[in-house]
């Protein structure tokens, strides 16, 4: 059997997105952005953003931008996502029905913002999957943001929705719904991982992602000028919160970003002795230096050559041999 068969035993793994999804608005931006995503490769994900992007009385003609850029020669890798308007905008219908329509097999994913509950994201994942089944496209994944009251209570039941592949927190619109109940400070560090009511936001956000395989995105952050603070927020973004991508809004942010949730060699290594051990072993248990190991810890030590192989790491020969046994089935 398949490595990923025996690990998993028939459920579906766990979805994997680069681990920097990185946000632009301008047209200047825009091409900025696709021009450094040709020179590092599909590592880290754009998204064009239609809600906030647009000028006030010009979205038609950003949503035709957005069109124009996504179906050139300069998106590459189809890896380039967009943000729509919130689905109670008069922009919209008008979104769906141009980028969607004209894209549908070029996009990366569409992301939802504002949304308030599951059957929200349900009735635009309809309309969404109207356009894109006129190019033939039936599973164009869908991106959510969790930044209402409404759609935190919501999480668990917006992430069961199989065309949904992320959940995103929006930290600024989700404190800015408290009224000052909650201080400015816990929009950035060290309030973003210390004040409770942001805190269990986060970890409730991150259960619902995991409890149905998808991806936990972390929010901006907004200090553009100090790469260490990016780095540190992605590495306690990760490390302490579970999350397994992350939001840039500056071209300098991404290099720290993916950095920070990319496995170091030594765990790669470490999962490639442990892997190939227990492929020796037929995947029964095995002790390495002096600690167990079976199929529980397998799934880790698999993810973790998954998650190297997607940021570009140049993987140990052994380790590309396991992971590109995927790629062969």
Known sequence: MHPSEVLFQGKRQPLLLP????????????RKSMALQQELGPVFDITFDCEDGAAAGSE???????????????????????RLHDTNSPHFAGDVAAIVGANANRLAYVVLPKVESADEVAQAIALINQHAARAGRHDLPVHVLIETHGALHAAYGIAALPQVECLSFGIMDFVSAHYGAVPASAMRTPGQFTHPLVVRAKLEMVAACHAHGKVASHNV????????????????????????????????QIKPILKAFTPRLSEVNEATNILLEAMAAGWGPIAQHGRLHDRASYRYYWTVLQRAKLAGLALPEAAAAIVNQTDSH
């Open 221 to 252: 952050t907004t200090d553009i000028k100090d790469s260490a603070v990016v780095a540190n927020d992605a590495q306690r973004a990760g490390a302490e919160f579970g999350f397994t991508r992350m939001w840039s809004i500056h071209p300098d």
């Open 60 to 82: 038609a003609e950003h949503a035709l931008l957005v069109t124009q850029l996504l179906g050139s020669e300069d998106n590459r890798f189809n890896r380039i996502g967009v």
């Open 19 to 30: 681990a920097c999804d990185h946000y632009c608005g301008s047209e200047k931006l825009m």
